[in-house]
């Protein structure tokens, strides 16, 4: 579509679609910057299995000797009922734009948070199955991803074979590499419980042949929209393990229940 029919377009959509805060009904925003500054205060990072206050999300000394492959979960915000609606209208009813202003209060948060405790690291979404991707158009946890991260060009993937972290021959330090994904098209995980997610997403996920070599002593940050039990990104974790990764963190904009 040209520019100018998008934008007659988009005019359209914004009569059928008006833009209101779904906090407070204002026009204009999804989520209006007074509502984004409300979302949860000082939020701070825990140890996901417990609840013990942890500096980034890793798991406490107690809880980590139970996690066999994933080393934390960082959560950005409660799962406030703006929120709630705002991932559910963009995973749901496809709207883009909402996911454009979630990304960027996750962006916020994530560089706010000042995540310092690791050298270079490699930022992947939560992949979901072609089948899966073909029908909604896009994958929620990739944009949430590429938003924290520098993506190079597809051609640009040579550098990794010759990729050493003490030649830092790379300056950025989240780099974006979409390198898992799903092989087994799995049903939704939302309405689940716990074991039956375990048992759902159970071997679900690969590397992708061409990252299989990289994969070794390099840390990952596994980015999803909404953590419930863990079970996904405990899988991730385990297939990036497998390969000989040294760290994997779940990075997720909220956490459900
Ligand atoms: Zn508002
Ligand atoms: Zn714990």
């Given at each position: 579509m040209k520019k100018s029919y998008l934008k007659i377009f988009q005019f359209f959509l914004d009569i059928i679609f008006p833009k209101n805060c779904y906090g407070c009904k204002k026009s204009g925003k999804y989520i209006c910057e007074n509502c984004r500054k409300n979302l949860s205060k000082n939020f701070p990072q825990t140890?996901?299995?417990?609840?013990a206050e942890t500096e980034f999300g890793e798991f406490c000394e107690v809880c980590k000797k139970r996690e066999k492959n994933l080393d934390g979960i960082l959560v950005?915000?409660?799962?406030?009922e703006i929120l709630r609606k705002a991932i559910h209208s963009y995973k749901y009813k496809f709207r883009k734009e909402v996911g454009v202003e979630l990304s960027e209060i996750f962006r916020a948060k994530f560089f706010e948070?000042?995540?310092?405790?690791?050298?270079q690291v490699f930022v992947a979404p939560v992949p979901l199955h072609k089948n899966r991707l073909s029908w909604r158009g896009f994958n929620q946890s990739e944009n949430l991803a590429r938003s924290i991260s520098f993506s190079f060009e597809k051609n640009d993937f040579n550098f990794l074979k010759n990729f050493s972290e003490t030649k830092n021959n790379f300056q950025e330090k989240f780099i974006f590499l979409?390198?898992?994904?799903?092989t087994k098209d799995t049903r939704p995980q939302v309405g689940l419980e716990k074991l039956e997610r375990e048992k759902n997403i159970k071997n679900a996920f690969s590397v992708k042949k061409e990252f299989q070599n990289f994969v070794q002593e390099k840390t990952f940050l596994i980015v999803d929209d909404v953590v419930t039990t863990g079970s996904t990104l405990r899988e991730c974790a385990k297939t990036l393990k497998n390969f000989g990764a040294k760290k994997v963190f779940g990075v997720c904009l909220t956490k459900s229940r």
């Open positions: 140890c996901f299995s417990c609840g950005f915000y409660k799962f406030d948070s000042d995540i310092n405790f690791f050298s979409d390198l898992l994904e799903r």
